[in-house]
């Protein structure tokens, strides 16, 4: 399953993120990956799901793209619940 | 390691700034003074918030300006700005403490990143940190001894 952290320039908070987002998958046993990258580039890359602050993710929606935001990016409590809630369906 | 990039001139301790625009700039003005940017990178920063909106707050208390490698970086670096009252983004997003992140290629600040996710993911040092009123203070939140 392939994941993509998303924020306007695609280096300082989309990698913070992704760091987080990698350890709970780990953690939740989800076979996946997540990767950084900027908006932009963002837009045309094709990933399962797309992670990111609201303001970021109001921007990529369209096209059928599963999004899913965070509003803490280094709360790994936050990331987990949003994980579990958007791709294991767990309420 | 942030504990020493973050020497005592790139620390500041503010009491208030009324918008998030002389935030930044201030918050980034020892890079600048050091040189490890130039005036366009500040410019760049506020740019990248008004295009992007403000997702460099990464927490609540917590924003991390920054911008792109060509937008004028000279030389890695990281400036830190705590103010007492906090700077309003939004209508929900409020920063006090300010990272400006200068990365001056895509690769060589993801060790400092990680550092401050670490630092940033312990709750209970964010809170303290958003009250730290010296060098010393900070010093000691992130493991650092004083020279």
């Known amino acids: 399953m392939k994941f993509l952290a998303v924020c306007g320039n695609g280096l300082g908070t989309s990698f913070m993120l992704s760091l987080n987002v990698n350890k709970v998958l780990k953690e939740l046993n989800i076979d996946g990956d997540c990767k950084n990258m900027d908006l932009a580039s963002a837009k045309t890359e094709v990933a399962d799901y797309y992670i990111g602050s609201p303001e970021i993710m109001d921007q990529l929606q369209g096209g059928g793209k599963k999004t899913i935001s965070i509003v803490n990016m280094v709360s790994v409590a936050e990331i987990k619940q949003a994980i579990e809630k958007h791709v294991l369906g767990v309420e | ?147």
């Open chain 2, 1 to 147: 390691m942030l504990s020493t990039r973050l020497t005592s001139e790139l620390v500041q301790f503010v009491p208030e700034i009324d918008s998030w625009e002389k935030a930044i700039k201030v918050a980034a003005e020892p890079l600048l003074k050091k040189g490890a940017i130039e005036d366009k990178y500040i410019e760049a920063m506020i740019h990248n918030v008004n295009e992007f909106g403000p997702y460099i707050v990464l927490m609540p208390k917590v924003a991390m300006p920054h911008a792109r490698p060509e937008d004028g970086v000279k030389q890695l670096g990281i400036s830190l700005m705590v103010t007492e009252k906090s700077v309003l983004f939004n209508e929900e997003k409020t920063a006090n403490i300010f990272f400006v992140l200068a990365a001056n290629d895509a690769n060589n600040h993801l060790v400092l990143l990680q550092e401050i996710t670490e630092f940033l993911s312990d709750q209970e040092k964010v809170d303290a940190l958003s009250v730290a009123k010296n060098y010393e203070d900070v010093l000691k939140l992130l493991g650092g001894d004083l020279l």
